[in-house]
């Protein structure tokens, strides 16, 4: 089944934007070399890209442009993984192939800063370094390993001790970790939206309210046909994401999409200011994933996943509240007047994918919820493989997409998975 998201009236990134945008919907056939499908930070900053590049370009955004999880994220700039380092990842690709997409993936929040800087965007960027916290002694030791990996590969990355980290956040408990110096946090939907004028200024045809419906070949390339209109185009790229819909049924069926919520606090005032007091950003080692951000007033930005989501807009407040009270005594319980929620894109190994057929249809996939930086390191990636560079040039290696075993079970269970993370993150020592 598809579904479009809706424009997500409560997530505080849409009442702080300073950015806006509106495009027409798609009512005539128009020709173009690329159509991308999907009008989040993949699909925007892919656009821009192939637009540099001197292709014609066309975005069919199904519903408005940072609809998806693009607008909903909790804004941090996190140039890493989930979950594989360097080392995991030159096990899995030896030598060039390996390198090249550790050096994309590092160099992800450089292009997302430096696009920010292009088209002059207003989204509260601040680079101030993201920080990953270790929960257990063990982990302390594993990130403190990860930190050295990737300064090897040229990254700004240290490893803190638990006294170091205790001053970089302000948070009990911690037993270590380590900081990245090149990730700091944005206002997501304001970049997005910031984007697709810089899209529109690069000659990129937007169109919003206008869902690709079918694929179809003919013998002058691709139509892709929305309610009212027509695109043909030599090449279609799906930045579809966790909102994958039939398109490609191969690639839907090749990731879980889960659900994520977000909630903020009001500003904090005084009190905001021994919670990250260098305004870092933050997400710890464990699997159920605690982490948070300051906006620009001082408000608290966090989030978690719920087991059982009906009720979520009052359950997932008092969650935050509790593991922030938890990490910071002092703070004074208060209202969090704004919670959202938004799709993540997960694959099994929690690593992206490309994928790309002869007959000109492509796509990454897999952002595993750190998709703001890899994004748009992706987007030259996608550029690359739409002019046909050869698959052992590409900055990650494609493959076909494979289905999650026993995806229909998968997609509905995902979220079963979370008491077992939470046993699994009490037990690690
Ligand atoms: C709650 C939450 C918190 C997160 N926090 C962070 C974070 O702090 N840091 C980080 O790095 N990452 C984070 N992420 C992940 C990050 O948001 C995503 O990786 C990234 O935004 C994905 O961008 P995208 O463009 O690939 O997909 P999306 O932004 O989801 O865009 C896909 C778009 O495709 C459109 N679409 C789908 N089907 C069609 C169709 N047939 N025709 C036309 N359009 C279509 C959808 O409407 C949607 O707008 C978070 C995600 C969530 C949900």
Request: proline share 7%; net charge positive.
């Amino acid at each position: 089944m598809t579904s479009w998201p809706s424009d997500a009236p409560s997530s505080l990134w849409r009442q702080l934007s300073a950015e806006s945008f509106d495009a027409e919907p798609l009512t005539r056939e128009i020709a173009c070399d690329v159509a991308v499908v999907g009008g989040g930070i993949s699909g925007l900053a892919t656009a821009i890209e192939l637009a540099r590049r001197g292709k014609s370009v066309a975005l069919l955004e199904a519903a408005r442009i940072g609809a998806g999880a693009s607008g909903r994220a909790n804004g941090q700039v996190i140039p890493a993984l989930t979950r594989h380092g360097p080392n995991a990842i030159r096990a899995l690709w030896p030598g060039e192939s390996g390198e090249r997409f550790l050096r994309m993936v590092a160099g992800g929040a450089d292009v997302l800063f430096g696009l920010v800087e292009r088209y002059g965007i207003d989204c509260d960027a601040r680079r101030t370094g993201w920080l990953q916290p270790a929960h257990t002694p063990g982990r302390a030791k594993r990130v403190a390993a990860l930190a050295s990996q990737w300064a090897a590969v040229g990254a700004p990355t240290s490893a803190l001790s638990a006294a170091e980290m205790r001053q970089h956040t302000g948070a009990e408990g911690y037993q270590g970790g380590w900081r990245h110096a090149g990730g700091g946090h944005i206002n997501p939907y304001a970049f997005t939206l910031g984007l697709a004028r810089g899209a529109s200024d690069e000659g990129v045809a937007v169109f919003e309210h206008s869902p690709a419906l079918s694929l179809r070949r003919d013998t002058f390339g691709w139509r892709v046909q929305t309610p009212s209109g027509t695109v043909r185009a030599a090449h279609v790229v799906l930045a579809t994401a966790a909102h994958t819909g039939t398109l490609w049924p191969e690639l839907r069926r090749s990731i879980v999409p889960v659900t994520s919520y977000q909630a903020a606090t009001e500003p904090l005032g005084a009190a905001a200011e021994a919670i990250l007091p260098f305004d870092e950003a933050l997400s710890d080692t464990r699997m159920d994933l605690r982490y948070l951000r300051k906006d620009r007033d001082g408000r608290i930005v966090s989030g978690g996943a719920l087991t059982i989501q009906a009720g979520a807009e009052r359950r997932l407040p008092q969650l935050v509240q509790s593991r922030l009270q938890a990490m910071f005594p002092a703070l004074p319980s208060g209202p969090m007047p704004h919670v959202w929620g938004g799709r993540i894109a997960m694959t099994v190994d929690r690593l992206p994918r490309l994928h790309r057929r002869p007959d000109g249809l492509s796509a990454w996939i897999g952002c595993n919820g750190r998709g703001l930086a890899l994004c748009c390191a992706m987007a030259a990636v996608m550029a690359d493989a739409v002019e046909g560079r050869p698959d052992a040039e590409l900055a990650l290696p494609p493959s076909a997409p494979r289905a999650v075993p026993l995806h229909p079970l998968a997609v509905r269970s995902a979220r079963l998975i979370l008491p077992w993370y939470r046993l699994k993150d009490r037990r690690e020592i």
